[in-house]
């Protein structure tokens, strides 16, 4: 390949994966700091209660525990963690302890083992609270959780657009509905990890995080330890999936920062799978109750929505979901008017905080369902209603009512084109003659936007390296998703080498001063942009020093396919090395430029699905014969990459939709703690997934990118249970929560649940 050629939109092989397949990857629990002590964790076993005493004696007595640690002992870990709230929590609970798994104690040892061992002999003494685990009975306020609120409702909102309300009395028909999602687990491969280790010499301290913003945690790891941000340097080595819930403060980042620094010790903590259950952020628990007003032909009308969001114990990150579940609730569907209200309540459950997907699948799971439910009692077919109120090309652009304002697609094209590759008639004509055997099978169809980025920065590094090859450093910190595949090639397009010569290095403070992080599907339209806007400039600092070596005239430089050369003199050149090698000669520091692109402007992808399953009616067993996706990516830097991200983040979803809940009894104890009761999609349950991609430019970046990190999750409830439904047509079953278990489709088939 000539290294002019371009680089964007080939499904190039990911560079990362070698070290990873080959088990050379570094992750935080393989991290070793000489003389570490590792630290173990005391959690509740309530949910809610009052610490009363802690006995610490057996413990510290124990060979090989070092200290154990309680908030008494050290009045900075009673501070709460650092965030946007005063109702934050604190790195270990001293008086009230307000979920299952919530830390008391920390034991600091040789080993895991021993600090376990320690862990297991703290005796801490407890008076039982009443415990809230219902978001709707909890915004009643019989007992309020934290007082300095005032309430259990952390966040409400109210929005409306067009005659709100009142615009119910010029619909035909208003459908009702109840509408829930189970709360779920996120459970990315690596559980959360963290190492940090002190100098005292220099008053420094080197912190290896599985994190999704390394600079966002430098600034609270230096609010927690005192020091300046610059003596704090993080590092995210390899992470294996963060989803969202590593993208924030927990007590065990204060703590073994904290103790790191007080002990001037190093201090490293991994959390196990059971942590990870109980102590990691979850996310979707939403109760709806919703008013469709449509026209007789399926026009909608209006949109009503109260909701109620289960936060769990402290705000995490949670009313910036619900509140995005507002922002997603019209999907990609002309609703002239809108009433939502929105309620954001402390429970006894561990926090919410953004998950993949972050409120889009929420407000697109309400729509969807709806939907469906307005065409059967309308007697419309469902495909019909969603064309009717499907978004134009000629709206766009298309504001929604809920602060957003969609930029370019054909949504109706899309789904037109999904409609034929699933041949509809001719799935009609099979699901009848499956159903005369005893077959259910059942047609789903859902469509989505994904709102992205819009907000902030991301910053780019390139330095030019002694072999000619350039270091591109970014404030993105990658958990999985090929952001060293994508960004070399974009700076490889910009600068003319193959991607070889392009050694990406994220997730590290010292790389560059300043980034935000992963997370929103914002990285290739953030880091991507600023990747170009670097290059371009990284090649006019080189043309200034190649026309100084070359004793030529800037304006005569010429850069092209890789070189440097005078106009008209094409002989006399320097390619990268070379330049490298000549400034190294002629005692020059290393070539570098640093740019950042920073935007108020989202972009919107879409996305059309469509899913046939087969439902074994004897046990409520969901299986899915075909999943077919038209998707908008905008422009694509590289096929593989995209699809990987779709696909990933479809499956991710189906579990959502089939099987993962985690399920918590009347005091709060959390019943699905690990993989035996809580359900992942493995191989087996996992489609063959058909992507069709037709990408439409955002307006609102240069480069014309979208994010793509969420699209395939966001439809994935909807339309499973759409989908199941469709397989129970002649029983007019209606489904109303997500998961669709076995177990709950067994009890809406048999309790009366159907008409």
């Known amino acids: 390949m000539a290294v002019h050629e371009s680089w964007i939109g080939k499904s190039l092989p990911r560079v990362e994966d070698r070290a990873l397949i080959q088990g050379q990857g570094q992750y935080v629990s393989d991290i070793r700091f000489d003389g570490q002590w590792v630290m173990a964790l005391v959690r509740s076993p309530h949910a809610h209660a009052r610490i009363t005493r802690i006995d610490t004696e057996a413990a510290a007595a124990l060979e090989g525990v070092h200290a154990v640690i309680t908030a008494k002992d050290m009045e900075a870990l009673r501070r709460g963690l650092p965030d946007s709230t005063p109702i934050a929590p604190p790195a270990l609970a001293y008086d009230e302890v307000f979920y299952v798994g919530e830390p008391v104690a920390a034991v600091l040892a040789d080993s895991r083992y021993l600090a376990e061992d320690g862990a297991d002999l703290v005796q801490v003494h407890y008076e039982a609270l009443p415990v809230l685990t219902s978001a709707e009975q909890a915004a009643k306020d019989e007992v309020v959780l934290h007082p300095s609120v005032g309430s259990n409702i952390f966040d409400a909102f109210h929005m409306t657009s067009g005659d709100g309300r009142d615009a119910l009395q010029q619909a035909d028909h208003v459908i009702r509905a109840t509408l829930q999602m189970g709360r779920v687990s996120p459970q990315p491969m ?271 590094r390139l330095t030019l390296m002694d072999d000619g090859r350039v270091m591109l450093a970014t404030g993105a910190t990658g958990q999985g998703q090929g952001h060293r595949t994508a960004l070399a090639q974009i700076a490889a397009d910009a600068l003319h080498v193959s991607i070889d010569r392009i050694m990406v290095v994220e997730g590290d403070t010292a790389r560059i001063d300043k980034g935000i992080g992963t997370f929103g599907s914002r990285t290739i339209i953030m880091a991507g942009n600023a990747a170009t806007m670097a290059s371009e400039g990284f090649v006019e600092k080189a043309k200034n020093m190649a026309a100084q070596l070359l004793e030529a005239a800037v304006d005569d430089v010429v850069f092209s396919d890789g070189r440097f050369s005078v106009q008209g003199v094409p002989s006399v050149s320097l390619d990268w090395r070379a330049l490298a090698e000549r400034m190294a000669e002629a005692g020059e520091d290393p070539l570098t430029h640093e740019d950042a692109f920073s935007s108020g402007t989202p972009t919107y992808g879409f996305g059309s699905h469509a899913a046939i399953v087969r439902v074994d009616e004897n046990t409520g067993e969901t299986r899915i014969e075909r999943y077919v996706i038209i998707h908008d990516t905008g422009k694509v830097v590289n096929p593989l990459l995209a699809n990987g991200q779709v696909i990933g983040g479809t499956v991710q979803g189906l579990g959502s939709a089939l099987y993962e809940e985690m399920i918590f009894n009347e005091d709060g104890q959390p019943l699905t703690t690990s993989f035996l009761d809580y359900r992942l999609p493995g191989a087996a349950e996992s489609p063959d997934i058909e992507i069709h991609h037709r990408d439409y430019p955002a307006p609102g970046n240069p480069a014309g990118y979208k994010g793509v990190g969420e699209a395939g999750i966001i439809p994935s409830q909807a339309i499973i249970l759409s989908a199941v439904e469709d397989a129970f047509s002649d029983r007019r079953l209606k489904l109303d929560f997500a998961p669709v278990t076995p177990t709950r489709l067994f009890q809406a088939l048999t309790r009366g649940e159907t008409e």
């Open 190 to 460: 690596e559980p959360r990890a963290i190492a940090a280790s002190y100098n005292p010499a220099d008053g420094t301290l080197l912190v290896y995080h599985a994190t999704q913003s390394v600079h966002r945690a430098q600034e609270r790891i230096a609010q927690i330890t005192g020091l300046d941000k610059e003596k704090v340097r993080v590092i995210a080595p390899e992470v294996g999936g963060g989803f969202g819930v590593k993208n924030g403060s927990y007590p065990e980042e204060a703590l073994v920062t904290y103790l790191a620094k007080h002990f001037k010790r190093p201090i490293k903590w991994a959390g196990d799978r059971f942590e990870e259950f109980l102590s990691t952020s979850q996310e979707r628990e939403q109760t709806h109750h919703v008013e469709l007003g449509v026209k007789q032909d399926g026009t909608i009308i209006a949109l009503v929505d109260t909701y109620y969001q289960d936060n769990g114990a402290y705000p995490g990150g949670g009313a910036m979901v619900s509140r995005n579940t507002a922002r997603n609730l019209p999907g990609p569907y002309r609703i002239p008017h809108m009433h939502i209200e929105g309620y954001t309540v402390f429970t006894n459950k561990v926090a919410q905080r953004p998950y993949r997907g972050a409120g889009r699948p929420q407000g697109h799971y309400i729509i969807e369902r709806m939907l469906d439910r307005a065409a059967d009692e309308l007697g419309l077919d469902r495909v019909d209603i969603r064309t009717r109120n499907l978004i134009r090309p000629d709206e766009f652009p298309h504001r929604t009512g809920t602060d957003s304002v969609y930029d370019s697609g054909d949504y109706p094209a899309a789904f037109a084109e999904l409609l034929s590759l699933i041949d509809v008639p001719a799935f009609r004509r099979r699901q009848r003659e499956a159903r005369q055997q005893g077959i259910r099978l059942g047609l789903g169809l859902s469509n989505s936007v994904e709102i992205s980025a819009g907000f902030g920065f991301e910053g780019v």
